[in-house]
């Protein structure tokens, strides 16, 4: 927890009050198992888990740091500008693998098996906060707390970053006379969610002038996840009769990225002049901005080979399977919980000398790409059996509210009026989120022999989905006047998906009689 903050005081300071709060947290975190085995009979298993947290508690339970820079039921008279600043940066970076190998030699029936696992698991959770606040309202609902500076800048900021590298290779070897056999299995989960909410707000402050240089409020998030998940999984085996060789491999990713960027103006009165120094940019602005730019970058990869050779008998499988939920405002179960980003004014009044701009921007991206491979070959002087599958899945979801608004709730009509009153006033909403999904399957089934069989199937699915709310309005307030141009609302929904999925199987038998069969979608 990071703190900064006046209660219960009155500041009087000749230039400026400054209070922040900034709290900067890092995890780096490496984790690798490699296992061998060797013998006639031979078995290796390797694995590597990494958990890593930022305001979790020891059960897993979210119990997010505080980054907060407010005034609370204080007074402040600074003869140059009041600023406040909540700044965030929360850094995971976790990197795992696991290798195992197993080598069986003998003059019959030998047989290897191995096995690797991967798991990371990693999560972010904060909020992040700058504010002036009067918890202590009077019976009108409007608090006598004051501020008087020449510039009011209320700021939070968030920029939270999850990194994970996630990578599982079993290989397995097998050499006999007769009978052999192989057995491989490589897997990489990873899981990693960031939560945050970032607000900069004024709420319940019966009277805040800026002198000249404006009232400024700003929320911005840019939370990122980063992750890569690879599992490779080969099985190889020789036999002078009879023969077994399977292998597969799986990778899976789960990313969610929740939480709420707000800028707003809650229960307050706002004057802001510019009378005094009128070359001062934006001189006597009143401006709210919330900006949303967080992003996932997802890349899944399996790859499993079987090659059997027998004189005899043989039979070589291989299965890879790819999976990729990538969720910007949707948890883990599939509940949607929309990202909000929202600047807004409520049950206020405010009195710009310059302009009134309530700016609000989403740019959400989600870019994942899975791949799956299979291949899988067997040969045999008599009966020879190889099928390979393969199996990619990608599901994108993203959904958020993006608003920017003037409202007048009721909860207090009767007790004052809400009047807005600027040079202009500009209400814009923008969203530009996007999602791009290229997922891929490819398997490969070769079977040589007298009678000889090769099964292949390849599916490669996306599922992508865009639920955004974007809206701006202005609702039941007493007074709304622009002095000098125009009164503008602007909602804008730019989103975008972009999808590429391709499946390829193929399977070929060779021999005096033979079957190949291959399926994809």
């Not at 990122?224 to 099985?235: D, G, N, P, Y």
């Amino acid at each position: 927890t990071t703190n900064a903050y006046a209660t219960n005081t009155s500041l009087d300071a000749n230039t400026d009050v400054n209070i922040d709060a900034i709290n900067s947290g890092e995890i780096k975190s490496t984790v690798v198992a490699v296992v061998l085995g060797g013998g006639a009979i031979s078995a290796a298993i390797g694995g590597a888990l990494a958990q890593n947290s930022i305001g979790y508690d020891q059960n897993g339970d979210e119990d997010a740091i505080e980054v907060q820079a407010y005034l609370s039921d204080s007074s402040v008279v600074a003869g140059g500008d009041l600023s406040l600043l909540a700044d965030s940066e929360q850094i995971v970076n976790a990197g795992a693998g696991a290798g195992s190998l197993s080598i069986a030699v003998g003059e019959g029936n030998a047989f290897s098996a191995s096995g690797s696992g991967v798991s990371t698991v990693n999560k972010v959770a904060a909020n992040v906060k700058a504010g002036i606040l009067d918890s202590s309202p009077t019976s009108s609902g409007i608090s006598i707390t004051g501020v008087i500076a020449d510039k009011v800048d209320v700021s939070a900021k968030d920029t939270s970053d999850i990194k994970a590298d996630v990578g599982a290779v079993a290989v397995g070897i097998t050499v006999g006379a007769g009978s052999t056999g192989t057995i491989t299995l490589g897997v990489s989960l990873a899981e990693n969610i960031i939560n945050t909410d970032v607000e900069a707000y004024i709420a319940d402050v019966a009277s805040l002038t800026a002198r000249d240089e404006g009232v400024f409020l700003s929320a911005d998030q840019s939370s990122t996840i980063k992750a890569t998940a690879v599992a490779v999984s080969v099985a190889l085996g020789s036999s002078g009769s009879n023969g077994l060789s399977l292998a597969g491999a799986g990778a899976d990713a789960h990313n969610v990225i929740l939480g709420k960027t707000n800028a707003y103006i809650d229960n307050s009165s706002i004057y802001s002049d510019h009378t005094n120094t009128s070359s001062v940019a934006n001189a006597g602005a009143v401006s709210l901005t919330a900006i949303n730019t967080s992003d996932i970058t997802a890349r899944i990869a399996a790859v499993a080979a079987t090659v059997g050779l027998s004189g005899n008998s043989g039979l070589s499988g291989a299965i890879g399977a790819a999976i990729a939920y990538n969720n910007i405002g949707e948890k883990l179960d599939g509940t949607q919980q929309a990202i909000e980003v929202q600047s807004y004014i409520r049950n206020s009044s405010v009195d710009a000398g310059g302009k009134l701009v309530l700016d609000t921007d989403a740019d959400l991206t989600i870019d994942a790409g899975a791949g799956a491979g299979s291949m899988a070959i067997s040969a045999s002087g008599s009966t020879a059996l190889s099928g390979a599958g393969t199996g990619v899945n990608t599901t994108n979801n993203v959904a958020a509210n993006v608003k920017a608004f003037i409202e007048d709730t009721g909860a207090l009509k009767g007790t004052y009026s809400t009047s807005i009153a600027a040079d202009s006033i500009s209400v814009t909403a923008d969203d530009i989120s996007e999602i791009t999904a290229n997922v891929g399957a490819a398997s490969l089934a070769l079977s040589f022999g007298s009678t000889s069989v090769a099964l292949t199937i390849g599916v490669s699915l996306a599922r992508n989905s865009i639920d955004n709310d974007i809206s701006t309005y202005i609702d039941d307030i007493d007074s709304v006047s622009s002095r000098s141009t125009s009164i503008v609302l602007n909602a804008t929904n730019s989103a975008t998906i972009s999808t590429e999925s391709v499946a390829v199987s193929l399977a070929a038998s060779f021999g005096s009689t033979g079957i190949g069969l291959a399926g994809a979608g």
